[in-house]
T-cell receptor, first 115, second 117 residues
Framework: KNQVEQSPQSLIILEGKNCTLQ??????????LRWYKQDTGRGPVSLTI?????NTKSNGRYTATLDADTKQSSLHITASQLSDSASYIC??????????????FGKGTHLIIQP | SAVISQKPSRDICQRGTSLTIQCQVD?????MFWYRQQPGQSLTLIAT?????????ESGFVIDKFPISRPNLTFSTLTVSNMSPEDSSIYLC??????????????FGPGTRLTVL
């Protein structure tokens, strides 16, 4: 069964600190891996999309890594800001994964940035 | 990127009633998706809405409970019928935008937060 597991479930850090969120997946075959940010009361917004051949991709203070061999990804947030407080969802797309959308969603990591 | 709006943004409903959620996209899209996000859970695909054909439902979801309309390429509705407290969730509309630079990027609406008493 295709699965996406995220850790930690929740995380509290002080403003200005860095943090790393983890995503392990079993989706196979694999098309791409996405990280979304979901603010409270809002829909998910795409941060990065990575294919099999990409190891690292950055979007401002967000840097995603992908190891397709070990089926692991991480999202590193640098110099955190209060606005980074949100849920971060890892989503894997595979031709046979998930439903008609081909997506398998993780449960997300709930990140809280404290001043 | 596709811009998606949903109505209502939130609602509190009584058991046994129905609620229709509207989804409007600023561009024509072939496929629209409806998701449910229960508290503390990942997004679950309810159905895929294609213009001009019946919606395709995922396992565990049926048309009688979640009827969907797709009258044109920019609009869809999802109805949550005969509601119970277990239907309390965030309902999200989503589209694939094939005009993205690469990949078929998926965009989500802001969601409808439904509470059933």
């Amino acid at each position: 069964k295709n699965q996406v597991e995220q850790s930690p479930q929740s995380l509290i850090i002080l403003e200005g600190k860095n943090c790393t969120l983890q995503c392990n997946y079993t989706v196979s075959p694999f098309s791409n891996l996405r990280w979304y940010k979901q603010d409270t009361g809002r829909g998910p917004v795409s941060l990065t999309i990575m294919t099999f051949s990409e190891n690292t991709k950055s979007n401002g203070r967000y840097t995603a890594t992908l190891d397709a061999d070990t089926k692991q990804s991480s999202l590193h947030i640098t110099a955190s800001q209060l606005s980074d407080s949100a849920s971060y969802i890892c989503v894997v797309k595979g031709p046979l994964g998930g439903g008609a959308d081909g997506l398998t969603f993780g449960k997300g990591t709930h990140l809280i940035i404290q001043p | 990127s596709a811009v998606i709006s949903q109505k209502p943004s939130r609602d509190i409903c009584q058991r046994g009633t129905s609620l229709t959620i509207q989804c409007q996209v600023d561009s024509q899209v072939t496929m629209m998706f409806w998701y449910r996000q229960q508290p503390g859970q990942s997004l679950t695909l309810i159905a895929t809405a294609n213009q001009g054909s019946e919606a395709t439902y995922e396992s565990g979801f049926v048309i009688d409970k979640f009827p969907i309309s797709r009258p044109n390429l920019t609009f869809s509705t999802l109805t949550v019928s005969n509601m119970s407290p277990e239907d309390s969730s965030i309902y999200l509309c989503s589209v694939e935008d094939k005009r993205a630079v690469s990949y078929n990027e998926q965009f989500f609406g802001p969601g409808t937060r439904l509470t059933v008493l």
